[in-house]
């Protein structure tokens, strides 16, 4: 069996790495996996970028302008958007590598414009990573509903019109992603609520199935040996807490966390606990609350044993 993943990225996101790791994993099995990633940085020979200067061309332009409808809105920051409105030869291209499945992992930024769904010549799964194909184009809804009935007078997009670009995109979804060949694999039960919840989405086939990882990798180690390589008391109380874009994306719990510590810093019942935090530099709002914090940064590799810096 041939197997074409399809990856905006290949690196630097949750998406990108767990779409990798069930690559490499497929790999090793002995299945013919391949990977196109719109926007490839890694060396890894197991990815390819889009074959042709032209084409890896195209999807940086679309990744940089696909963003244009925003503009007229005054939107918020609480998600990213694609619009997925430029044309591409997407589906043409896996064509020429004759899969027998489509893959289709974290595909937005542009890089799957909204009609092209429609356009593969082989059967489709989709591995759903956030809220994209059910929304009319946010990723994450920040909790509001209208996604179950066609979007439009969007809160993101400070928008009081029902048929705004939410609507618009909304439609545009439906009308293309009629009868697909389409299994849907959501990386979380909550996230399958939410497809079984769309009117976009419910109709097809879904298992959720979460990240896989490299267990000979990403293996246990007794707690002195981990608090020593990041040089951390031996015995003193730790929190951990990290995302991408940690202190910076209202949707990682930043804030909350926050208010935890203001309270946790009025206890003087509890032993003072060290708060690490990584996938993000510091900020300069953390309140003083008596806790120790370590920022550790980003972590690029999967083995990394420096701490940047301390507070």
């Not at 194909?133 to 809804?141: D, K, L, V």
């Not at 914090?293 to 044993?305: F, P, T």
């Amino acid at each position: 069996m041939r197997i074409l993943h399809l990856s905006t990225f290949d690196a630097d996101t949750g998406a990108a790495r767990g779409s990798l790791w069930l690559h490499h994993a497929l790999r090793r099995r002995g299945v013919d996996s391949i990977m196109l990633a719109g926007r490839k940085k890694r060396t890894d020979n197991a990815v390819r970028p889009l074959p042709g200067m032209v084409a890896q061309l195209a999807a940086r332009l679309r990744m940089r302008f696909d963003d244009l409808p925003l503009r007229r809105y005054r939107k918020t920051d609480e998600s990213f958007w694609t619009i997925g409105w430029l044309p591409s030869r997407l589906a043409q291209m896996t064509a020429d590598f004759a899969p027998d499945i489509v893959h289709l992992h974290w595909v937005g930024a542009g890089f799957l414009p909204v009609q092209a769904l429609a356009q593969f010549a082989f059967p489709v799964v989709w591995t759903l990573r956030d809220m994209w194909p059910m929304t009319g184009g946010c990723h994450y809804t920040a909790g509001c509903e209208k996604y179950h009935d066609a979007c439009g007078a969007c809160p993101q997009l400070r928008s009081v019109d029902d048929n705004d670009l939410s609507r618009a995109i909304w439609r545009s979804k439906q009308r293309h992603w009629r009868n697909l060949d389409l299994h849907l694999v959501p990386i979380s039960r909550w996230l399958g609520d939410c497809v079984r919840a769309s009117p976009l989405m419910r109709k097809y086939p879904l298992e959720v199935i979460p990240n896989g990882l490299d267990t000979g990798l990403f293996t246990p180690v007794g707690k002195a040996a981990g608090r020593a390589a990041w040089q951390l008391p031996a015995a003193r109380p730790i929190m951990v807490y990290g995302a991408v874009n940690a202190t910076t994306d209202i949707r990682k719990g930043f804030a909350e966390l926050r208010a935890a510590l203001e309270i946790l810093g009025r206890d003087t019942t509890v032993q003072r606990p060290m708060l690490v935090v990584f996938g993000d530099l510091q900020p300069g709002d953390i309140p003083d609350c008596g806790i120790e914090i370590r920022y550790v940064g980003y972590i690029r590799d999967n083995i990394r044993k420096q701490l940047c810096r301390q507070r």
